[in-house]
């Protein structure tokens, strides 16, 4: 048997906080001391609730934030989204804004991945206008966060797209690299 053949015969099973936690504490226990894995523990609290696969993008969006319209209007920051969505991949990135856009009303969605937009692009657009929500992989925003082009302070909501597997049925997280 294939690994692959074993992967599409389970069923998805949705992420839930402790998969997170157990990943961060994987990655950063060797090298860090027990005080240092304990400032990086988040609490239940931190977690919204995860999407059970029966809801769409957009109406889970819509049901873990309510009030979005409130949010958007009051967002006048450059080099800031109060929404950021992390995936594996940019194709799933282009799909999941396409999804969203009952969800999105007249917000700005920025790009954050590297298929065909330069870093350059990307940091005199965030510097230049106000965007709502970042949809990107996590090394794009890692390297913008890294050049202090994005800025996190208000954002509000942080969404992992942890469930959705690629062609080679990996999820974001069993990914080496991120």
């Known amino acids: 048997k294939k690994i692959s053949d074993v992967l599409q015969k389970s069923a998805p099973k949705p992420g839930v906080p402790a998969d997170l936690q157990n990943l961060l504490t994987q990655h950063f226990g060797e090298n860090r001391s027990v005080i240092e894995i304990e400032e990086i523990?988040?609490?239940d609290s931190c977690f919204l609730p995860?999407?059970?696969l029966t809801h769409s993008f957009s109406s889970y969006l819509k049901e873990i934030c309510p009030k979005w319209a409130k949010l958007r209007r009051n967002h006048k920051e450059k080099k800031s989204v109060v929404?950021?969505?992390l995936c594996s991949s940019a194709l799933r990135s282009l799909e999941l804004i396409k999804s969203m856009t009952a969800f999105k009303g007249d917000c700005r969605v920025l790009k954050l991945f590297a298929?065909?937009?330069?870093?350059?692009?990307?940091?005199?657009?965030?510097?230049?206008?106000?965007?709502?929500?970042?949809v990107g992989t996590p090394g794009r925003v890692k390297a913008l966060v890294e050049q202090d082009a994005l800025c996190l302070?208000?954002?509000?909501?942080?969404i992992l797209d942890w469930n959705w597997k690629d062609q080679k049925l990996r999820r974001m997280m069993d990914i080496p690299e991120v």
């Open 115 to 134: 298929k065909h937009i330069k870093i350059k692009e990307q940091v005199n657009m965030l510097e230049k206008g106000v965007f709502h929500i970042g």
């Open 83 to 85: 929404m950021l969505v």
């Open 153 to 158: 302070n208000s954002t509000k909501y942080v």
């Open 50 to 52: 995860v999407n059970d």
């Open 41 to 43: 523990q988040l609490s």
